[in-house]
């Protein structure tokens, strides 16, 4: 009875030994460095998750573990280690931004299909890539016309993206309605006023006759001074939002907005009034952007370059 139960263990374990080789076989060897098939699977799974609907193809996942193998073996070549500690304070760094805990974050990471090992994988290639930065590629000197050039050949809407440091001044017109009464009679006000100001009646004496704002009624309406930036950096009244919007799309001094309402307040119209834009900040934004855009394309050739060196075989196509 004894020798039986022993032949069943030993039956048992072998067939599950061999069962592991099979389901986990070396698909691949990439370098000297084997992939086995739950590599492959793993970071299949990752980069599906990542696609948003497009098709990830066998290539695309070998070229990603290339790609890693590549800058691993260089940053062991210049004797850099990427400790696990790294990673952890990244990845709490990220949760912080999200206002989450690190757990709260690793639940959000696997709900939504991505196993946090290959997650830990990829914050670990960033920080490589990041480290490898510096290394490969010699950041590119851009001059001051080349900045310019570059700035000016931009739309309305790309070149906004450079002036945050742009000083608006914006006025405007408050017609207080708060009753169905007053916005019929108001509304038709705010027409004609705004049809005076298009007309090129002097703004700040419209303002002074006709707003029910009594903060800036008797300064001609203005609202003072607002970064272009600030857009983007904090919450601002309807009025001052849209009028640096105006702004931001292209407007020039002098614009009037169309009449405007606040459901529950009144309408009002808004005018730009001045624009002064910081030139020597554009340039330093624009001449960020493309040494930053150069120095990608330059990381981006060396690790094509580098991929060329390695020898990759693929044993067998992955179902």
Same mark, same amino acid.
């Given at each position: 009875?004894?020798?039986?139960?022993?032949?069943?263990?030993?039956?048992?374990?072998?067939?599950?030994?061999?069962?592991?080789?099979?389901?986990?076989?070396?698909?691949?060897?990439?370098?000297?460095?084997?992939?086995?098939?739950?590599?492959?699977?793993?970071?299949?799974?990752?980069?599906?998750?990542? %696609? +948003?609907?497009? !098709?990830?193809?066998? *290539?695309?996942?070998? &070229?990603? =573990?290339?790609?890693?193998?590549?800058?691993?073996? @260089?940053?062991?070549?210049?004797?850099?280690?990427?400790?696990?500690?790294?990673?952890?304070?990244?990845?709490?760094?990220?949760?912080?931004?999200?206002?989450?805990?690190?757990?709260?974050?690793?639940?959000?990471?696997?709900?939504?299909?991505?196993?946090?090992?290959?997650?830990?994988?990829?914050?670990?290639?960033?920080?490589?890539?990041?480290?490898?930065?510096?290394?490969?590629?010699?950041?590119?000197?851009?001059?001051?016309?080349?900045?310019?050039?570059?700035?000016? %050949? +931009?739309?309305? !809407?790309?070149?906004? *993206?450079?002036?945050? &440091?742009? =000083?608006?001044?914006?006025?405007?017109?408050?017609? @207080?309605?708060?009753?169905?009464?007053?916005?019929?009679?108001?509304?038709?006000?705010?027409?004609?006023?705004?049809?005076?100001?298009?007309?090129?009646?002097?703004?700040?004496?419209?303002?002074?006759?006709?707003?029910?704002?009594?903060?800036?009624?008797?300064?001609?309406?203005?609202?003072?001074?607002?970064?272009?930036?600030?857009?983007?950096?904090?919450?601002?009244?309807?009025?001052?939002?849209?009028?640096?919007?105006?702004?931001?799309?292209?407007?020039?001094?002098?614009?009037?907005?169309?009449?405007?309402?606040?459901?529950?307040?009144?309408?009002? =119209?808004?005018?730009?009034?001045?624009?002064?834009?910081?030139?020597?900040?554009?340039?330093?934004?624009?001449?960020?952007?493309?040494?930053?855009?150069?120095?990608?394309?330059?990381?981006?050739?060396?690790?094509?370059?580098?991929?060329?060196?390695?020898?990759?075989?693929?044993?067998?196509?992955?179902?």
């Amino acid at each position: 009875m004894k020798k039986i139960f022993v032949f069943i263990l030993m039956t048992f374990f072998v067939n599950n030994v061999l069962m592991a080789e099979v389901v986990n076989t070396i698909v691949a060897v990439i370098g000297a460095t084997p992939i086995t098939s739950d590599d492959f699977m793993k970071r299949k799974k990752f980069l599906s998750a990542q %696609s +948003q609907g497009r !098709k990830i193809s066998d *290539k695309d996942i070998y &070229d990603d =573990i290339l790609e890693e193998h590549i800058m691993y073996a @260089k940053l062991e070549e210049l004797n850099y280690e990427i400790e696990d500690k790294d990673v952890e304070t990244r990845i709490e760094s990220m949760a912080k931004q999200y206002n989450l805990s690190k757990d709260q974050f690793i639940k959000e990471i696997e709900a939504s299909g991505i196993p946090f090992d290959e997650y830990r994988l990829v914050i670990k290639k960033q920080i490589a890539m990041e480290s490898l930065y510096s290394t490969v590629v010699t950041p590119p000197v851009i001059t001051d016309a080349e900045a310019d050039k570059f700035y000016e %050949s +931009q739309s309305i !809407k790309n070149k906004a *993206k450079f002036e945050g &440091d742009t =000083i608006v001044r914006l006025s405007w017109i408050f017609f @207080k309605a708060k009753t169905f009464t007053e916005k019929g009679r108001k509304g038709d006000i705010a027409a004609r006023v705004r049809t005076s100001a298009l007309k090129g009646a002097d703004f700040e004496e419209l303002a002074k006759t006709h707003s029910d704002d009594a903060k800036t009624k008797k300064y001609g309406g203005d609202l003072g001074y607002n970064l272009l930036g600030d857009l983007s950096q904090r919450n601002m009244p309807l009025h001052i939002t849209h009028g640096l919007n105006l702004v931001k799309n292209g407007s020039k001094v002098g614009t009037v907005s169309a009449v405007k309402e606040t459901v529950g307040s009144g309408f009002w =119209i808004v005018k730009v009034t001045s624009i002064e834009k910081d030139q020597s900040s554009i340039r330093s934004r624009v001449k960020s952007f493309l040494s930053e855009e150069r120095s990608r394309e330059a990381f981006v050739k060396w690790v094509v370059e580098e991929k060329e060196k390695v020898a990759v075989t693929i044993y067998s196509e992955i179902k």
